[in-house]
Structure formats: C-alpha cells, structure tokens
C-alpha cells in the first residue's frame, strides 16, 4: 500500500478516534471561587441531606442582602422565570432530601428530595421547597413545581460568616433548626419528625426481615415502646416474640425482664411479677445490678434490696455487689450497714471514677443523706 495513503488513513481514524472527547471537561473547581459541600444528620431516624455551593462574601460586607441577593422575586435575565426566588447558594440548585416525611415549621412535607430557595426579605423571609431539583439555579423556576412555602424570620449575626453555611442546630431527638448562614445573617426553619411513627414502621419492617431471626431485635423493639410508653400491645407482642417465638425464642433474664416491664406499664403487675420472678435466677451480675438500681429510681426500695441481694449472694464480696449492697441498705434507710459495704468496695475500686465516687457516697451517708 502506497506509504502516504496509509499515513493519511491512520491520521483519519486517529482523528475520528478523538471527536467524541474535544469537548469533555476535567474535573475543576466550581465556577466563581465558590466551594461545593454538603452535609447530612439524622433527627430520629431520618436523614436531612443538603447539597449546595458555598459563595463567599469576598469583601462585600453590608452589600449581600439586599443587594447581591435582591430582595423578593426578580427577572434574571435569563431562562424561562421572569420572578424567581435567589438559589439558596451558588452555581446549581441547592438540594435537600428527607427519607421520611417531615413538617418544616408546622408544615407537612413528604419525604422526597427538593429545590431549596429563598426569596429574602429583611422582615421575613419566604422558603421555597420545589420538587424540580435537577435545574441550574432558579433561571427556570417555576412556583407550579413549590410543593411548599413558609415564611420565617432572619435573625441578625454578631460575627460575619465569609462562606456560606447550612448548620444544624438545637438538636432534640425528633426536631432540629437548620440555618443558612452568610455574611450577618441568618435564615433559620424548623425541621419535625413523627419520630415515634417513623421509628415504630422502620421496627416493622426489619423484624420481617433477617433481623428479626434473633430474639434480641425483638427485644430492642419492645424497649422502644417501654421506654416511651407508647404502642404497649405491640412491644407485649413484640416482647413474647423474645421469650417464646419458634427457633429465636429464649428465656433469659432480658426477654422476661423486658416482658415484665411491658406488663408493669400496662397495670398487669400480677404478671409482670411472674415474669420478673422467673427472669432473677437468670440474671447475670450486671443485669441484677442495673434493674436493682432502676427499682431505686422507681422508688421501689424493697423490691431493689432483693435484686442486690440475690446479686450478693450469687457474687460475695466482689466490688458491683458490694456497691449493690451499699445502695440497697441506703435505699432502706440503714446508713451504717450501706456504709459498711462502701468501705468495702473502697479498696476494689480501680479506677479514679469509682474512688471519687465512693467519697462521694461516704461523705453523704456520713451527714445521714441517701447515696441513691
């Protein structure tokens, strides 16, 4: 084959080989200076995700609001919205996502990701929940898409905030505030959840699943219930289903402690004292330990001082029963025999806690107070 045509057939396909990447884009940092970041918690069990671009405010103090991020609606010049809302950040849309549905400041919003936008306004401002969350910025806004609206107040900064922030705050087990931080400002909304609801669904549909082939997720199940009073029949099912359920099932001193304290709450003590009775000989040291100690806070002194008897006479003289008998006789009110068995954990006690603590116990019995 003539040399010059082979040469001129390789450089085609060597050509052709290249068209499909003239117009890929390494990786680079986001336009503008401004950082990408995220961040994500969880307020019960649901996870709260956003995704956004951190603007800076780059020497700009006191020309944010109001200026750099108009206030209200305006027509950007661009795209197909001729009123839209400011981004909430930088560059693409910011993005948030809840797993389960939630109330943004008494509002209901089902679990879904979204658009975030902010139409600022010093007085209040109106926050912007869209289920179009794959569009750069707010160019195309579209109010059609809101799925919600709510309207809060800014709160003024004391430090100036140079990039942008979504924090987390005033963390409680099923309600957090999130606010958007910049410059002296900040945009704060409240975020619920039905964490009860959520949780006791979320119980349901794993112990359907591999989980539940161990008596213990049972068990972790109907703690839930008991440690928040709520939805007993169920944790009593759920209980049962530790103690008794084919191949899982087994009696040992957490099911039948765990069903016992179902049944206490829901007034059957004949038979949560069956239960406990059976589940004693089966407690192991620190399982007697613990409930003794939860009797004393349940003021039950009587039913506690057998818990750390039983403890005691299972394992004589080892330092948690002798802390168990110390608090058990203080429970009844007899201060010297509690501060006998002080003394004789004092010199078992291994670490710098447990001695401060014993002080501690010993000068309150000394000045004739409970050590519980």
């Not at 197909?80 to 809840?98: D, Y």
């Not at 979504?166 to 704060?188: C, G, H, M, R």
């Not at 709520?230 to 001193?253: C, R």
């Not at 608090?327 to 291994?350: C, E, I």
Request: proline share 4%; hydrophobic share 40%; aromatic share 10%.
């Amino acid at each position: 084959m003539n040399k010059g045509l082979t040469t001129g057939i390789l450089l085609a396909i060597l050509l052709v080989g290249f068209v499909p990447f003239t117009h890929a884009q390494l990786t680079t940092a986001p336009n503008g200076g401004n950082k990408k970041a995220s961040v994500s918690e969880w307020v019960g069990i649901t996870n709260v995700t956003l995704q956004y671009s951190r603007p800076g405010v780059k020497g700009r103090e006191g020309k944010v609001w109001g200026e750099l991020i108009p206030a209200g609606f305006i027509d950007q010049g661009f795209g197909t919205s001729k009123a839209a809302p400011w981004r909430a950040g930088a560059n693409e849309n910011t993005i948030i996502e809840f797993n389960t549905d939630v109330k943004i400041e008494g509002q209901d919003l089902p679990a879904g990701k979204y658009g975030f936008f902010v139409a600022y306004d010093p007085a209040e401002c109106t926050l912007i929940f869209s289920r179009n969350s794959t569009s750069w910025g707010s160019f195309f806004y579209d109010p059609k898409e809101d799925a919600l609206r709510v309207k809060v107040k800014p709160v003024p900064l004391n430090n100036s905030v140079e990039w942008l922030r979504y924090e987390f705050k005033d963390q409680k087990e099923s309600s957090a505030t999130i606010a958007l931080e910049w410059e002296k400002l900040s945009v704060p909304f409240k975020v619920e959840t039905d964490y009860i609801k959520t949780q006791l669904e979320s119980f349901r549909r794993e112990l359907r699943s591999n989980k539940g082939f161990t008596w213990n997720a049972w068990v972790q199940a109907a703690q839930f219930c008991i440690q928040h009073n709520t939805d007993l029949d169920e944790g009593l099912d759920w209980a049962n289903t530790a103690v008794s359920a084919p191949f899982i099932g087994q009696k040992n001193f957490r099911t039948l402690s765990t069903r016992a304290q179902v049944l206490t709450l829901q007034g059957k003590t004949v038979d949560a004292d069956a239960a406990m009775k059976e589940a004693m000989p089966l407690g192991q040291l620190n399982d007697l330990h613990q409930y003794g100690r939860m009797l004393l806070t349940q003021k039950k002194p009587k039913e506690a001082f057998e818990a750390f008897k039983m403890n005691y006479d299972k394992h004589p003289g080892e330092f948690t029963t002798n802390m168990g008998m110390a608090r058990a006789w203080s429970g009844m009110g007899d201060y010297k025999k509690a501060m006998a068995f002080l003394q004789k954990a004092q010199p078992q006690a291994t670490d710098q806690v447990n001695k401060d603590n014993i002080e501690k116990c010993l000068k309150l019995l000394q000045e004739g107070k409970d050590i519980n």
